[in-house]
């Protein structure tokens, strides 16, 4: 590392003010910041100073995402060799699915940090690290088979409409991998209906590849067909269709434990999604006017992408309420309406983009009731202590 740090030094003078390449110093302090912790601090004012920066925080988030990474990759393939009715152990399903997912990877990195260079060269500003989490989630979140030109296409909406036109990471008002999913949803349904997952298939014999769509356990739920149901345990492992990332609650809960021991996530909100989801499970439970109201509430965390949602999206530190009692109103409203926008919505099963997209507009108002509520309470007390003075 030693001389690595020896060989950017000797070419950061090129990259300053009055170099050969000054106009790239952006790119270049990007690279220089993302393998080496930068010396400058703060010297005034009132700041937390700390071991980890936004980049550390994160490549945190990135390894959180592993596991998800990892299962999916082998549920990829898991799905496929069972199209065609073969047998094939477990590394064979893992590098198949893997050789997948590997280009919507590169597609959403390139495209996003493309922008993200280009934004950053305009303005003449740092370039933004946060989307080193939204360029793994996106992918996370598609289906297998989205065309690449799609996916590079709700890419750069969500980076240049969901951050950049407010000002780049730490304004957006929506979560930016979100905001690429609903672009895929609402403008080529066709693709993102959320009814079935096509599975990578080849036609015997032929160099030709082919689409199987399998029924996702939403698409039997909102249909009715209960009986079509995979078990409780199939869901919670994961070894069904469904998105890259979403299928695996184990992996899902492997990610929320390391975002919740490093205090990077908030363990309030996701508590408080899967409280919301709980009383929302059971009330419908309670009222039970079709099959689907019928479905054990706890069929809903494995299900889709609400445990997938709770942890990776909803903790999301910009779009979520950052008030402590904020965190707690925020998660709950999100479980209530991720699975009421499930249940009654029969055009779309899964409710828990919509739900998240929806609460991250409302998150800053939130705040601000909390907030209103804590000045009035400290007014009062501020009143009945001078009354108590004047006595």
């Not at 709700?154 to 951050?163: E, N, Q, W």
């Not at 080849?202 to 996702?216: M, Q």
């Not at 067909?225 to 890259?244: A, K, Q, Y």
């Not at 991720?338 to 249940?343: A, D, G, K, P």
């Amino acid at each position: 590392m030693n001389s690595l740090r020896k060989k950017i030094d000797k070419i950061k003078p090129h990259f300053t003010e009055g170099g050969r390449f000054a106009k790239l110093r952006s790119v270049f302090e990007g690279f220089e910041s993302f393998l080496f912790v930068p010396d400058r601090v703060t010297v005034r004012g009132s700041h937390i100073r700390d071991s980890i920066d936004l980049k550390r925080t994160m490549i945190i988030v990135v390894i959180a995402l592993v596991p998800a990474l990892l299962f999916g990759s082998y549920n990829v393939g898991l799905q496929y060799f069972r199209s065609i009715g073969a047998d094939a152990e477990i590394i064979r399903c893992f590098w198949f699915g893997f050789l997948k997912i590997l280009p919507l990877i590169i597609v959403s990195y390139v495209t996003g940090l493309g922008i993200e260079f280009i934004a950053a060269q305009i303005r003449g500003h740092e370039i933004n690290e946060g989307f080193l989490v939204t360029g793994i989630l996106i992918p996370l979140i598609v289906p297998v088979d989205v065309p690449l030109w799609m996916l590079a296409l709700s890419t750069a909406f969500a980076v240049i409409l969901g951050k950049e036109v407010f000002g780049g990471t730490g304004m957006n008002v929506f979560n930016p991998a979100l905001l690429a999913r609903a672009f895929l949803f609402f403008s080529y349904p066709g693709w993102m209906t959320g009814d079935t997952v096509w599975t990578y298939n080849l036609t015997a014999g032929e160099n030709i590849i082919d689409g199987f769509s399998g029924a996702t356990p939403l698409a039997y739920a909102a249909g009715g067909e209960l009986s079509g149901i995979p078990s409780f345990l199939e869901m919670f492992i994961g070894t069904i269709p469904g998105s890259v990332g979403e299928t695996s609650t184990i992996a899902v809960l492997l990610g929320a434990l390391i975002l919740i021991i490093t205090g990077i996530g908030s363990w309030k909100i996701i508590l408080s999604v899967f409280a919301g989801g709980l009383a929302m499970g059971l009330l419908l439970n309670l009222v039970a006017v079709n099959p689907f109201m019928e479905l054990p509430f706890y069929y809903h965390f494995v299900m889709g992408g609400f445990a997938f949602g709770a942890v990776f999206m909803a903790t999301d530190p910009v779009t979520a309420s950052q008030t402590e009692k904020g965190k707690w109103i925020y998660g709950f409203l999100i479980g209530v309406l991720s699975i009421l926008f499930r249940v009654l919505n029969p055009a779309y099963p899964e409710g828990v983009m919509l739900a998240i997209l929806l609460m991250n507009l409302f998150a800053p108002l939130i705040d601000y009731y909390i907030i209103e509520s804590h000045i009035k309470k400290r007014l009062k007390r501020a009143s009945l202590a001078n009354n108590i003075q004047g006595v």
